[in-house]
């Protein structure tokens, strides 16, 4: 029987290469990392690549073509299999909404506009991501696959410092929720992940010396939030790592009965957007039965 594949974006270093690590050597996976840095990414995947069981490529996800690409590549390598996809490349803040960063137009006295790549890569990117998970997850020999997404505390608690990658991580809780009841009836789960400071790349080295080294959380935590949502049921879920807990954070209770109704008006959304908005679990074309 052929080993489980998975592919990891960001995987050639931090949180990604640390999942990389587990799948393969407590899980028994086949592991495609993607990185754009090139040079990284090759040490870590020779490091790794025993027994044949792992690969790198240098793909930038903001590239639809190339992110589609390295899934084609990921399952041909994988002898025609795709378990696993982990969202996890991200970005910090690269602009901002508070100042004229990259100063005015000299002819219409306007802002420039915010470089918003950070978007693009941390929710837009991921958002392609798992469409084509979908796509190649129904294609298995046994339909089906997990996905992890990785967010961040900043995507259910507010920070001033950086808001751009928060809306980024906002956004990403939140198709996650919506998306985990639809995709159960394909047999796909979706899960994120919510660190709340790992010193990863993302890190800048002038702050990494200023920060209280007791309340960063080791990637250890990483591997057991992994460990958590391992089993074929676990879906929806926001699990916080923070230190060496890992904390299923749970979406707030509806504040009215009004606000209730609108969430779970499935037929009237289907009315008006059909097809473009799914039907109720187990109703839509495509699905797993």
Not at 247 to 266: D, G, L, P, R
Request: hydrophobic share 40%; with cysteine.
């Amino acid at each position: 029987m052929s080993k489980p594949v998975a592919l990891i974006t960001g995987g050639g270093s931090g949180i990604g290469l640390a999942i990389a690590e587990h799948l393969i050597n407590t899980h028994g996976y086949r592991v495609v990392i993607l990185d754009v840095n090139k040079e990284r990414g090759e040490a870590e995947a020779k490091r790794l690549n025993v027994a044949d069981n792992c690969l790198f490529k240098q793909v930038d996800v903001t590239d639809f073509d190339q992110q589609a690409q390295a899934f084609q590549q990921t399952c041909e390598w994988g002898g025609g299999r795709l378990d696993m996809f982990v969202a996890n490349a991200g970005i910090g803040d690269g602009d901002s909404v508070y100042k004229d960063l990259k100063g005015v137009d000299e002819k219409t006295g306007l802002p420039k506009p915010v470089d918003l790549r950070t978007l693009d890569v941390n929710l837009n990117a991921v958002i392609q991501g798992v469409h084509l998970a979908r796509h190649f997850f129904l294609r298995n020999k046994s339909p089906g696959g997990k996905i992890v997404i990785t967010s961040s505390c900043l995507g259910v608690y507010a920070n001033h410092s950086l808001p751009l990658y928060s809306a980024s991580k906002h956004a990403l809780v939140g198709f996650v929720r919506s998306t985990a009841p639809v995709f159960t009836g394909m047999d796909i789960t979706i899960n994120a992940l919510l660190p709340v400071l790992i010193e990863t790349n993302l890190m800048p080295e002038a702050v990494r010396p200023l920060w209280d080294r007791a309340q960063l959380t080791p990637l250890s935590t990483v591997s057991k939030a992994i460990d958590s949502i391992m089993d074929a049921k676990t879906t929806g879920q926001t699990i916080e790592l923070s230190l060496d807990q890992t904390v299923f954070s749970k979406q707030q209770a509806f504040s009215t009965q009004n606000a209730k109704w609108m969430c779970e008006q499935h037929k009237l959304w289907e009315m008006a957007c059909e097809p473009l908005l799914p039907k109720p679990p187990g109703q839509n074309v495509g699905e797993v039965q």
